[in-house]
């Protein structure tokens, strides 16, 4: 069964970082594409960021592009969200899911959610 667990959120100052970390179970995440999403309070959950595993292109959301990045750990099965500049808009709950795919293509298209861990950016 896959699985998800997101972990290395927190609160944290405007202007600050956090790095998320994604741990893969299940299946072997390196085959397949992942993507970051969130929700925030009140809002509809979004894709923000993926990463295909065909040939390791990244995609990011407007909203995010220019301070966050998505990579894949030397650990098997680990995919982290590095998130730089932070703002209070950011604040949500973060979660990745897979595709089962080998490229991004429609957010609409990934499942499999974990817990989930929460961003607070406040000051």
């Known amino acids: 069964q896959v699985q998800f667990v997101e972990s290395g959120g927190g609160l944290v100052q405007p202007g600050g970082s956090l790095r998320l970390s994604c741990e893969a179970t299940?299946?072997?995440?390196?085959?397949?594409?992942i993507g970051w999403f969130r929700q925030a309070p009140g809002k509809e959950r979004e894709g923000i960021s993926c990463?295909?595993?065909?040939?390791?292109?990244?995609y990011y959301a407007g909203s995010v592009k220019g301070r966050f990045t998505i990579s894949r750990g030397r650990v098997k099965n680990m995919v982290y969200l590095q998130m730089n500049s932070l703002k209070p808009e950011d604040t949500a709950v973060y979660y990745c899911?897979?595709?089962?795919?080998?490229?991004?293509?429609?957010?609409?298209?990934?499942?499999?959610w974990g817990q989930g861990t929460q961003v607070t950016v406040s000051s």
């Open positions: 899911a897979t595709n089962h795919r080998e490229i991004c293509g429609s957010y609409s298209a990934f499942d499999s």
């Open positions: 299940g299946f072997s995440a390196d085959y397949y594409t």
């Open positions: 990463l295909s595993s065909s040939d390791g292109n990244t």
